[in-house]
């Protein structure tokens, strides 16, 4: 589904970012190492890319 495969690429999207990259830990780094929450580009890209909700590529239950 769309989730998983966007959380499947922003790990390999931030390898090389400073936040993963960089030598040390920091506030956006989970205790595992990993980047939470910072869009690995520009802001402006994450906004073209969420600026709809296709419903169809979620499975959304009650």
């Given at each position: 589904?769309?989730?998983?495969?966007?959380?499947?690429?922003m790990?390999?999207?931030?390898?090389?970012?400073?936040?993963?990259?960089?030598?040390g830990?920091?506030?956006?780094?989970?205790p595992?190492?990993?980047?939470?929450?910072?869009?690995?580009?520009?802001?402006?890209?994450?906004?073209?890319?969420?600026?709809?909700?296709?419903?169809?590529?979620?499975?959304?239950?009650?």
């Open positions: 589904m769309s989730q998983d495969a966007f959380l499947d690429e790990p390999r999207r931030s390898v090389s970012t400073v936040w993963v990259s960089g030598g830990t920091s506030y956006c780094q989970t595992g190492g990993r980047k939470a929450g910072l869009y690995p580009n520009w802001s402006y890209e994450y906004g073209y890319r969420t600026r709809g909700f296709d419903a169809d590529s979620y499975v959304i239950s009650q």
